[in-house]
């Protein structure tokens, strides 16, 4: 295999990837499309590095949809240990509770669809969970993973993820009010 091999290979497959990528990275960062895009950008980025190798183990059944969710949620805990991003998410007020920061100024790229009252809540609620929380929250129930996929994801122990869950769904009833929990989907291996 060429190199020009390799590369339309990854091109072709992050092109495919993008929309996929950008939704759970969109998720993770509770709405912020900006920055959703940036870990994108540096998850494919580091995939492509590692490519050859990526591609090597796609032929024994490892798909590069999981390896490139795993370094898409690594570039995200890192960028939220950084001292940069509590400085700088302290300083920025919500767009939908900043008194007109940034009125005029679409927080997603089709501003023709306006979103519903209960996305927006639930995204402002997402915001307010601590990463590591909103890590667990997207991976176990937006994204279906069970305990143990998202512990690997994560790279911590399944108590851990079952602990920042339960953190992290106590903390959205509390904002959020009371629902319905048999209107919620369950995720994939879980009991109800």
Known sequence: MTSDDVEHGFTA???TAWPRLLRTAT?????DHHLAEDLVQTALAKTYVAWPRVHADASRGEHPDRYVHRVLV???VDETRRPWWRR???RIPSAATGP???AGVPDRPDDSVSAPDDVLAVRDALGALPPDQRAAVVLRYWLGHD???TAALLGCPEAT???RSARGLARLRALLGPLDDSDLPTP???AR
């Open 161 to 163: 993820v079952r602990s």
């Open 188 to 190: 994939k291996g879980a």
């Open 100 to 102: 007109g920061v940034l």
């Open 13 to 15: 497959w992050a092109v």
């Open 88 to 90: 700088e998410r302290r």
């Open 74 to 76: 690594r570039v995200f």
């Open 27 to 31: 998720a993770l960062t509770a709405g």
């Open 147 to 149: 305990v143990r996929e």
